[in-house]
C-alpha cells in the first residue's frame, strides 16, 4: 500500500497510487526521464541496457556499473580550463558579450552591495586624511594607501565573482560515453545532460557546473569558476570594515574630545568650538559626525554578515561539499534509514585532506582544478556515484508525491491578500517560485507547510512547451484528487498532508 513518509527538514512527502517509477517497470531508461529534470531530449543510440532503481518500500542496493576509479587525478582530471584568474577577469569585463554581462549590475543586490563599499571606503578615506590621520605624515599615508588597497581588492574580486561567473555546462552536453546518459538526469531547458555536481539555476536559466548557491549579492551563481573569487571577496570584505571602523572610532573619539568642555557639575560638547588641533582645514561638523557613525553601523554590520557567510564558504571547500551536495547526503541517510536498505553512501567528492580539498579550489594559477565536467574522487567511488543517488531521490520522491487539483485561482503573488490573513503572514520564506494556478489544474505536490504546499503543475497540453512549472501554492486553493485520495493511507503515527 502507498504510504507517506516525512523527512527532516520539514520536507513531507505523500504515497501515490502504485505503477512503475519510470516506463519499463521500474528503470531508467537511457534518454531523458519523468522527474529527472525533463522527459523530451535525444536518446543515444545504441541504447545502454536499463539500469534498476529501488522500488519502495524495500529497494535493492543500487549495482555499479563499473569498478570505482582506481586514482583521483587520472585520466580526464587532469585537463584544465583554459582563460582562468586575472586574465579571465579581465576578458569578461571588456572582452565579448560584456555589454550583456554587465546587465547583471541592474539588480538591487550589486546595487546595496557597491554602496556599502563606496559609502565604508569614501568615508574612511575622508576622516582619515582630513581628521584623524592626515597625508602629511609617513604613517598617514601608509594608512590611506591601505584602505585604498582594501577597495581595490575588494572591487576586483566582486566584479570577478559576478563577470567569471560559475562556468556552465555547455548547452546539448552528453557524456563520451553513451552508456553514461543512464546515471545522468536530463534538463530540458538546457537540452543536454547535467554533468556530474551540475545543476540548474532558474535565476540564470543555465545548468551550473559545481552549483553552489545562487547569491543575489552579486547576481550570479557561485561555482566552479568563480568560486576563489567569491570566498576571497567575503574574506577581504570584513577585513577591510574592521580597518575603516577603526578610522571611524578614532576619528569620531579624536574629535569630539577637542570639543568637550568639563564642569563641576556637566560636560558639554560644542561641534562649533574652535579645535585643539589646527591641522584639519574643513571643520568636523555634525553631519560629517553623522555620516562617520552611519558608515560605522554599515561597517560593523557588515563584518559581522558577510564574516559568517565567509565561514560557511570555509566549511564547503574544506569538505569539497557544496550546499546543495550537502542537502543530497542528508536526504540519502535519511532514505537509507526508513528503507534500511543497508547501504552505506560515501560522499565521493571529499579527498580526505582538507589541503587537498583547499586545492581544488585555491590554485597558484588561479585556475580551478578540472575542467568542471570530471571530478577527481575518492577510492571506493566513481563519477557518477553522486548522481545515481540523486536518482534514487528522484525515483522517491515521485513515488511519495500526491496530486492535487486547483478549486480556486492564484495569480502567483508572493503574499496573496485573497487567501486568508494566516496564508497571507506565513508564505515561505525563499527565493523559490510561486505558481499561479486556475481552477481545474493539477498538480503533483511533494512537500508542503502548514498553510503552502510546493509541487509542479502536471502539464496535458503539447501547448505548454514541456517545460516544467514548480513552485509554492496556498493550501487552500486545492483539493485532494479524488482518484489519490481513495487509494492513499497513511502511516502509522505519521500525519497525511490533508
Known sequence: MPR?????????????????????????????????????????????????????????????????????????????????????????????GALQRARRLCHWGPAVALAVVAVCSATAMADAALWYWPLDTAGGSVNFVMLLN????????????????????????????????????????CQSYKAPRSHHC????????????????????????NH???????????????HASFIFIMTMYTQLYNRISF?????????????????????????????SLFALGLALGTTIAVGMLFIIQMKVILTNKTSIESWIEE???????????????????????????FRQVFTWSGIPEGDGLDWPVRDGCHQYSLTIEQLKQKADKRVRSVRYRAIEDYSGVCCPVTKGVKTFFTTPCTEEPRIALSKGDLILATRGLKH???????????????????????????????????????????????
Open 263 to 291: 564642569g563641576w557639575s556637566s560636560v558639554k560638547i560644542d561641534m562649533s568650538a574652535a579645535k585643539r588641533d589646527p591641522r584639519p582645514i574643513i571643520p568636523f561638523g555634525l553631519s560629517a559626525f553623522a555620516a
Open 150 to 189: 582594501w577597495t581595490v581588492m575588494i572591487l576586483y574580486n566582486y566584479f570577478s565573482a559576478m563577470f567569471v561567473g560559475p562556468g556552465y555546462v555547455p548547452l546539448g552536453w552528453t557524456p563520451e560515453k553513451s552508456q553514461d546518459c543512464m546515471y545522468l538526469q536530463y534538463c530540458k531547458v
Open 331 to 357: 536526504k540519502a541517510k535519511d532514505r537509507i534509514q526508513y528503507y534500511q536498505t543497508g547501504e552505506t553512501f560515501i560522499f565521493p567528492y571529499d579527498m580526505g585532506s582538507k589541503w587537498k580539498n
Open 4 to 96: 507517506l513518509v516525512t523527512c527532516r527538514g520539514g520536507e513531507r512527502g505523500c504515497g501515490a497510487t502504485g505503477g512503475p517509477l519510470f516506463p519499463g517497470g521500474g528503470r531508467i531508461a537511457s534518454g531523458p526521464r519523468a522527474g529527472g529534470g525533463g522527459s523530451a531530449g535525444p536518446a543515444p543510440a545504441p541504447s545502454p541496457p536499463p539500469l534498476p532503481l529501488p522500488s519502495p518500500p524495500l529497494p535493492a542496493p543500487f549495482p555499479l556499473p563499473f569498478p570505482p576509479s582506481p586514482s583521483a587525478a587520472g585520466g580526464s582530471h587532469a585537463r584544465r580550463r583554459r582563460g582562468g584568474g586575472g586574465r579571465a577577469a579581465v576578458a569578461a569585463m571588456v572582452g565579448p
Open 228 to 242: 576563489a573569487s567569491f570566498t576571497l571577496f567575503l574574506l577581504l570584505a570584513p577585513l577591510g570594515c574592521i
Open 452 to 498: 503552502w504546499m510546493y509541487g509542479e503543475k502536471i502539464l496535458i497540453s503539447a501547448a505548454d512547451g514541456g517545460i516544467r512549472e514548480r513552485g509554492w501554492f496556498p493550501r487552500n486553493c486545492v483539493e485532494k484528487y479524488q482518484h489519490d485520495s481513495e487509494t492513499d493511507q497513511p502511516v502509522d503515527g505519521e500525519k497525511k498532508i490533508k
Open 202 to 225: 532558474r535565476k540564470c536559466n543555465r545548468c551550473v557546473m559545481k552549483m553552489d548557491h545562487h547569491c543575489p549579492w552579486i547576481n550570479n551563481c557561485c561555482g566552479y569558476q
